[in-house]
């Protein structure tokens, strides 16, 4: 019996380890895609505001494409 729970104890030490590694895996990653997020939005107000820019310029002075 003492072979059994020396085999649990260390079963269960190595699942703590594993468990904390992919906790720092887990926080790493979750960073990582904050950051990523971000220059997402970022990327997403420059573009929507240079389309705003866009929006007016030049439209009203030039002729429908030949297709319309």
């Known amino acids: ?8 104890e260390t079963k269960v030490a ?16 979750q960073r990582v895609l904050l950051a990523l997020q971000d220059q997402v939005r970022l990327l997403y107000e420059q573009l929507k505001e240079q389309g705003i820019r866009n929006d007016g310029v ?6 429908p494409p030949p297709h319309y």
């Open 1 to 8: 019996m003492p072979e059994s729970l020396e085999a649990l």
């Open 14 to 29: 190595f699942l703590e380890d594993t468990v904390a590694n992919l906790d720092v895996a887990l926080a790493s990653q």
């Open 58 to 63: 030049g439209q009203e002075d030039e002729p």
